[in-house]
Structures are given as C-alpha cells and as structure tokens.
C-alpha cells in the first residue's frame, strides 16, 4: 500500500514529529502488510517524478499544493488580503505545471469548508513568484530602508 505523505516544516499545524522533518518538505510512504515503511524521497525526488508523471508523486505533490492553498486562503481571510497573496521559493514555483491544474487554487478557495467566504477569496488574487532572487531583493530594500531611517534620525 502506498501512501501519500505531506510534511512540510513551515505549517504548524503538523506534530512535532513533522516539525523536526527540517529538511523533508515533503515524502510519501510505502509500507509493507505489516505497516513498515519501505521506502522515503525527498522533496527534490519527488518534484522529478512527478513531473515525470508518477501517479504516487503526483498524488504528494497534489497533496502538498493543497495544503499550502488552504492555509494561504486561511491566511487570506484573517488579514482580508484584498490585493492579494503571494507564494514565493520553496517547491511551489518549481511545480508550475501542476499549480496550472488548479490544486492549489482550488484549496485556496475552498467551496466546501468557506462556503461564505467564497465570493470574497474568488475576488483575492493568488500569485506564485517565480523569481528566484526575490529574497534577496526584499532583504536588501529592507536594509536600505532601514539605514535611510537611521541616516534620517540623526
């Protein structure tokens, strides 16, 4: 039996067991008759088959999307995100194709669980930033800001 597994360290809704996972963000599992698991990938290997088209690294990867989706609309509901939430780095932009197949905006509008709320996350913009580099350039506005309000101060 295989099973799809999603652990990702950033969403702490997930046990400690998953929280010391630092670096698997996401696996999948197969076990043996008698529940032993077989077999582990990493992120990166499973990013690789999926795109190859494996059903069970789809299926993790799907999983994975979904979750994010439905904490980024949670999110977006508690800060009223109306222009809008952006998901950057990690394995998200790396899984363009599949975040093209609507997993995650489907979660991220979630008909079933905000029924209510529907209307208002249709009208939210979800974007996935694809630039690589857009740590390092908010980090460094920041920095900047930071020492033009020091210059200022003084």
């Not at 067991?17 to 990166?44: E, G, Q, S």
């Not at 979750?67 to 009223?80: H, Y």
């Amino acid at each position: 039996m295989c099973l799809p597994v999603c652990a990702n360290c950033c969403l702490e809704a997930f046990d400690n067991t998953c929280l010391k996972l630092k670096h698997w963000i996401a696996f999948y599992v197969c076990r043996h008759p008698d529940n032993k698991p077989i077999m582990r990938k990493l992120a990166p290997e499973i990013t690789a088959e999926a795109l190859e088209g494996d059903p069970i690294a789809t299926a993790a990867v799907d999983m994975f999307l979904s979750i994010i989706g439905a904490e980024a609309g949670a999110m977006a509901l508690r800060c009223l995100a109306r222009g809008g939430v952006f998901i950057a780095g990690g394995i998200v932009p790396r899984m363009m194709q599949r975040v093209k197949q609507g997993v995650l905006l489907e979660a991220f509008v979630n008909r079933t669980a905000r029924e209510r709320f529907q209307y208002l996350l249709e009208t939210m913009p979800l974007y996935v930033v694809t630039n690589t580099k857009a740590g390092i350039i908010g980090s460094r506005e920041y920095a900047l800001r930071l020492v033009n309000n020091q210059i200022l101060s003084t």
